[in-house]
């Protein structure tokens, strides 16, 4: 081994080592208070569960709809009856839903709600993974069924074995996101004590009753990433091209009325429970927007400064960070696996281990613990982006450039960085918006004066400020709608 | 021009093995060989996008083998022409010109046929288009050296003749030395002066075209130009027996394989009898299928199925050991 390669190597190493020791550190105090687990098996057990069935429901309602708009040969448009359930941050979804719930009189707290706002939010991203998956690996196979009148049985062995890899990935992607989302159990299960593992972590490191809240919380935050790292073997993004095919459309109402169905009972519903509350007055049905109450609040006002502050900060330096590193692929490829660590794994982990790490610190207690934490986050997901461009031949392309005798820096800044711009686009319109809603993480690491936005409609909903909480949440809404004018590039 | 010697690079089994090769100034040399036979592999290596285990590579009196691509002045017309997708065909040219000047560049492209097209990108061309502001590109360069990697493949017939006799008359003209890999030996035919043909990651013969399909030194190269039947026979003193009669061979004693082109026997009425078991009717020829006794084989003969005809060799035949 040269010298050169020994010190990249090393340094490598010791890059890899300080992205990832926030969760060293969690699991050294996890382990250091393990006795405190036997305790809160069970919960464990009911958060084990939920995160299985949701995944399974998810999979299903998801990969249901994928299945029809492949046979229905849907274009692509239909897909904008999915997306919005998607981009609306998921404890927006719960408080719609809440709301929406207790207009038909029906109980929204618990296990029911929980699920019902998981399936609205997260099945479209089983739909999102396993569509072109259907075009790419089973549209010829269907084909191949077809011309030669496989049908019945025979079709199903046929054509299900080829998808177990793309549907065991999916399933993996859903158990992680469902296993580590906090927002829905929060606004749904929190009120009737329905815990699951982040929920419980954030009650127990907030809780007086507790001799060592932090020690308990890191116990309790080891038990969730030994339950989240087997699904990381399984995660992975099922590629495939989609080919055209010549397939006979098939139960094109079906597909039709499927999705319009979804898109009403995931979005139009919560968003008329939102509205609902937040535009008349509970007690007397008159019409009494909420919003200027609402902006009023100094938590509001507060929450919408940082947020934003944070948010463009966020986006600002991790776009910067793609800029820099998108010259050394290889690097980049390296730094981003790392980084999947706090991308996959469930916020909690990372807001744990940066109490952990950080509590000794000026920075503890301060707006900038947050947005360490949300650069930690959320780098995964802005070189993901960059990468999908880089793979999509822009590495390639200017390396032909350096062919032709363009120096490195030359190449990238005449191609490389022209041609990344749709996918650096993507990359900033995807974290910009995950940073403005966030709540797993500032809801653990927030501190006076440094709330964000997601805490506050934590905060008023706790508060019994419900109609304020619902203004916010729709203005999340909003702006998370937003999106659906952003061009989607290779990442979910 | 180029020199290469002993140049590897191995992949497991696959890769290239011991590369000795020469291209004079101003040379076109066409890599012939079939998909996986390591010709593009030995392009990238000369291009410096791969790294060679061992040899050397010199272009001129330059060792090149561990330069970066950007400093080896060559340039590269690949199969799926890799353009820019952001640059009009102008900017193609002008981004690697030594001095770029938007007159010359304007010429070239009017020299490859893309008058009037200066100003369009990639998504608004042709295939042949594109090829052509590929080509336009890498002259532009002013290389030492112009790589080509399979560059007509993804056209249809008539274009691809058209546009690699336009190419290699535009080469001649400019003097530019020429590395062309191909599987496509009327490619190579039409293209080179002289042809390597590659074979499991090694060069088995260098000459000319017409050598190389005319007097194969290996059962590899004899394949490559393909039109090729091969029989198995036994060799005694320099001759094989054919339905009962001799005929003088030259290569290996013993058994083996004898390999001739369709059109390398001929109607004698002293010949060899064989059968017409079919006609085959090929691009301007009339191929017969024909039973020679030791096994059919495809000549190219005017004659009816079922008829029985005489057959000679015209010239002294060849026969390859068994592996090859």
Same mark, same amino acid.
């Given at each position: 081994?040269?010298?050169?390669?020994?010190?990249?190597?090393?340094?490598?190493?010791?890059?890899?080592?300080?992205?990832?020791?926030?969760?060293?550190?969690?699991?050294?105090?996890?382990?250091?208070?393990?006795?405190?687990?036997?305790?809160?098996?069970?919960?464990?057990?009911? %958060?084990?569960?939920?995160?299985?069935?949701?995944?399974?429901?998810?999979?299903?309602?998801?990969?249901?709809?994928?299945?029809?708009?492949?046979?229905?040969?849907?274009?692509?448009?239909?897909?904008?009856?999915?997306?919005?359930?998607?981009?609306?941050?998921?404890?927006?979804?719960?408080?719609?839903?809440?709301?929406?719930?207790?207009?038909?009189?029906?109980?929204?707290?618990?296990?029911?709600?929980?699920?019902?706002?998981?399936?609205?939010?997260?099945?479209?991203?089983?739909?999102?993974?396993?569509?072109?998956?259907?075009?790419?690996?089973?549209?010829?196979?269907?084909?191949?069924?077809?011309?030669?009148?496989?049908?019945?049985?025979?079709?199903?062995?046929?054509?299900?074995?080829?998808?177990?890899?793309?549907?065991?990935?999916?399933?993996?992607?859903?158990?992680?996101?469902?296993?580590?989302?906090?927002?829905?159990?929060?606004?749904?299960?929190?009120?009737?004590?329905?815990?699951?593992?982040?929920?419980?972590?954030?009650?127990?490191?907030? @809780?007086?009753? %507790?001799?060592?809240?932090?020690?308990?919380?890191?116990?309790?935050?080891?038990?969730?990433?030994?339950?989240?790292?087997?699904?990381?073997?399984?995660?992975?993004?099922?590629?495939?091209?989609?080919?055209?095919? @010549?397939?006979?459309?098939?139960?094109?109402?079906?597909?039709?009325?499927?999705?319009?169905?979804?898109?009403?009972?995931?979005?139009?519903?919560?968003?008329?429970?939102?509205?609902?509350?937040?535009?008349?007055?509970?007690?007397?049905?008159?019409?009494?927007?909420?919003?200027?109450?609402?902006?009023?609040?100094? +938590?509001?006002?507060?929450?919408?400064?940082? %947020?934003?502050?944070?948010?463009?900060?966020?986006?600002?330096?991790?776009?910067?960070?793609?800029?820099?590193?998108?010259?050394?692929?290889?690097?980049?490829?390296?730094?981003?696996?790392?980084?999947?660590?706090?991308?996959?794994?469930?916020?909690?982990?990372?807001?744990?281990?940066?109490?952990?790490?950080?509590?000794?610190?000026?920075?503890?207690?301060?707006?900038?613990?947050?947005?360490?934490?949300?650069?930690?986050?959320?780098?995964?997901?802005?070189?993901? @982006?960059?990468?999908?461009?880089?793979?999509?031949?822009?590495?390639?392309?200017?390396?032909?450039?350096?062919?032709?005798?363009?120096?490195?820096?030359?190449?990238?800044?005449?191609?490389?960085?022209?041609?990344?711009?749709?996918?650096?686009?993507?990359?900033?319109?995807?974290?910009?918006? +995950?940073?403005?809603?966030?709540?797993?993480?500032?809801?653990?690491?927030?501190?006076?004066?440094?709330?964000?936005?997601?805490?506050?409609?934590?905060?008023?909903?706790?508060?019994?400020?419900?109609?304020?909480?619902?203004?916010?949440?729709?203005?999340?809404?909003a702006l998370s709608l937003l999106l659906l004018a952003v061009p989607r590039r290779g990442v979910v | 021009m180029l020199r290469l010697t002993n140049l590897s690079k191995s992949f497991g089994k696959a890769g290239v093995f011991e590369v000795n090769l020469q291209l004079e100034p101003g040379e076109v040399m066409a890599v012939l060989g079939a998909s996986g036979s390591g010709k593009t592999t030995l392009l990238n290596l000369v291009a410096g996008l791969l790294t060679p285990d061992s040899g050397h590579i010199f272009l001129g009196p330059e060792e090149v083998t561990y330069q970066p691509p950007e400093q080896r002045r060559l340039a590269y017309v690949f199969q799926d022409h890799a353009l820019w997708p952001h640059l009009s065909a102008v900017e193609?040219?002008?981004?690697?010109?030594k001095k770029p000047q938007r007159e010359a560049a304007y010429q070239l492209l009017r020299r490859v046929g893309l008058d009037g097209l200066e100003e369009r990108k990639p998504h608004q061309l042709s295939g042949g288009q594109k090829q052509r502001v590929a080509l336009a590109r890498a002259l532009a360069a002013r290389p030492r050296l112009l790589l080509l990697d399979e560059p007509y493949s993804a056209l249809d017939p008539v274009l691809r003749e058209e546009l690699r006799l336009e190419v290699v008359s535009l080469l001649r003209a400019e003097g530019v030395s020429a590395l062309h890999v191909t599987h496509d030996p009327d490619e190579a035919l039409a293209v080179s002066d002289r042809v390597a043909v590659m074979d499991m990651g090694r060069i088995?013969?260098?000459? =000319?075209? =017409?050598?190389?399909? =005319?007097?194969?030194? =290996?059962?590899?190269?004899?394949?490559?130009?393909?039109?090729?039947?091969? *029989?198995?026979?036994?060799?005694?003193?320099?001759?094989?027996?054919?339905?009962?009669?001799?005929?003088?061979?030259?290569?290996?004693?013993?058994?083996?394989?004898?390999?001739?082109?369709?059109?390398?026997?001929?109607?004698?009425?002293?010949?060899?009898?064989?059968?017409?078991?079919?006609?085959?009717?090929?691009?301007?020829?009339?191929?017969?299928?024909?039973?020679?006794?030791?096994?059919?084989?495809?000549?190219?003969?005017?004659?009816?199925?079922?008829?029985?005809?005489?057959?000679?060799?015209?010239?002294? *035949?060849?026969?390859?050991?068994?592996?090859?």
């Amino acid at each position: 081994m040269s010298f050169p390669r020994y010190v990249a190597t090393a340094f490598w190493l010791l890059s890899s080592l300080g992205v990832a020791l926030p969760l060293l550190v969690l699991a050294w105090r996890g382990l250091g208070n393990i006795r405190t687990l036997p305790g809160v098996l069970d919960l464990a057990g009911v %958060s084990l569960l939920l995160a299985l069935v949701g995944s399974l429901l998810c999979l299903v309602v998801g990969g249901g709809l994928a299945w029809l708009a492949f046979r229905a040969r849907l274009h692509p448009g239909w897909d904008v009856l999915l997306l919005p359930a998607y981009l609306v941050p998921p404890f927006v979804g719960a408080l719609g839903f809440l709301y929406a719930l207790q207009l038909l009189g029906l109980r929204p707290y618990g296990v029911g709600g929980i699920l019902l706002a998981w399936t609205a939010h997260y099945a479209p991203i089983a739909y999102l993974l396993l569509r072109p998956t259907l075009e790419s690996k089973l549209a010829p196979l269907l084909v191949a069924c077809e011309v030669h009148g496989v049908t019945g049985w025979r079709r199903i062995k046929a054509l299900l074995p080829p998808l177990f890899p793309a549907l065991a990935a999916a399933f993996g992607a859903l158990y992680l996101s469902l296993l580590g989302n906090f927002g829905v159990p929060a606004v749904l299960g929190l009120p009737a004590q329905v815990y699951t593992l982040p929920t419980l972590a954030y009650t127990r490191l907030f @809780s007086p009753a %507790s001799p060592d809240p932090l020690g308990e919380a890191a116990a309790i935050g080891l038990l969730l990433g030994l339950l989240a790292t087997p699904a990381l073997l399984l995660f992975s993004q099922p590629s495939g091209e989609p080919s055209p095919r @010549s397939l006979r459309p098939r139960l094109v109402w079906a597909a039709r009325i499927g999705l319009v169905l979804f898109a009403l009972a995931a979005v139009v519903f919560p968003l008329t429970g939102l509205l609902q509350r937040a535009l008349f007055n509970t007690f007397t049905g008159a019409f009494q927007p909420a919003f200027a109450t609402a902006w009023e609040l100094p +938590l509001v006002r507060q929450g919408l400064t940082n %947020s934003v502050l944070l948010a463009l900060l966020a986006t600002g330096l991790l776009l910067l960070m793609g800029l820099l590193l998108a010259p050394q692929p290889r690097a980049m490829r390296r730094l981003r696996q790392v980084l999947d660590l706090h991308y996959l794994l469930p916020g909690t982990l990372l807001a744990l281990g940066l109490i952990l790490l950080l509590a000794p610190t000026p920075l503890y207690a301060t707006p900038w613990i947050l947005l360490l934490a949300y650069l930690l986050n959320f780098a995964a997901l802005m070189l993901r @982006s960059i990468e999908a461009g880089l793979e999509a031949g822009i590495e390639r392309l200017v390396g032909v450039g350096r062919l032709f005798g363009l120096r490195h820096e030359r190449a990238w800044w005449k191609i490389g960085f022209p041609l990344l711009q749709p996918y650096l686009a993507a990359g900033v319109f995807l974290v910009l918006p +995950l940073c403005l809603a966030e709540l797993t993480l500032s809801a653990m690491l927030y501190a006076p004066g440094s709330e964000t936005l997601g805490v506050a409609v934590l905060s008023a909903l706790n508060g019994g400020l419900f109609r304020e909480a619902a203004a916010i949440g729709l203005i999340l809404m909003a702006l998370s709608l937003l999106l659906l004018a952003v061009p989607r590039r290779g990442v979910v | 021009m180029l020199r290469l010697t002993n140049l590897s690079k191995s992949f497991g089994k696959a890769g290239v093995f011991e590369v000795n090769l020469q291209l004079e100034p101003g040379e076109v040399m066409a890599v012939l060989g079939a998909s996986g036979s390591g010709k593009t592999t030995l392009l990238n290596l000369v291009a410096g996008l791969l790294t060679p285990d061992s040899g050397h590579i010199f272009l001129g009196p330059e060792e090149v083998t561990y330069q970066p691509p950007e400093q080896r002045r060559l340039a590269y017309v690949f199969q799926d022409h890799a353009l820019w997708p952001h640059l009009s065909a102008v900017e193609h040219l002008l981004l690697v010109m030594k001095k770029p000047q938007r007159e010359a560049a304007y010429q070239l492209l009017r020299r490859v046929g893309l008058d009037g097209l200066e100003e369009r990108k990639p998504h608004q061309l042709s295939g042949g288009q594109k090829q052509r502001v590929a080509l336009a590109r890498a002259l532009a360069a002013r290389p030492r050296l112009l790589l080509l990697d399979e560059p007509y493949s993804a056209l249809d017939p008539v274009l691809r003749e058209e546009l690699r006799l336009e190419v290699v008359s535009l080469l001649r003209a400019e003097g530019v030395s020429a590395l062309h890999v191909t599987h496509d030996p009327d490619e190579a035919l039409a293209v080179s002066d002289r042809v390597a043909v590659m074979d499991m990651g090694r060069i088995v013969q260098v000459d =000319t075209p =017409t050598h190389v399909y =005319t007097r194969p030194q =290996t059962l590899s190269a004899a394949k490559a130009f393909g039109r090729l039947n091969l *029989l198995p026979v036994q060799v005694e003193k320099g001759r094989v027996q054919v339905n009962g009669q001799a005929w003088e061979v030259e290569g290996i004693e013993g058994p083996g394989l004898l390999a001739f082109r369709y059109e390398d026997l001929r109607p004698d009425p002293h010949g060899v009898p064989a059968k017409v078991l079919a006609i085959y009717i090929g691009r301007g020829e009339r191929l017969c299928r024909v039973d020679l006794g030791l096994g059919e084989a495809l000549v190219r003969l005017e004659a009816k199925p079922g008829e029985q005809v005489r057959l000679v060799p015209s010239g002294r *035949l060849r026969v390859f050991e068994r592996t090859g």
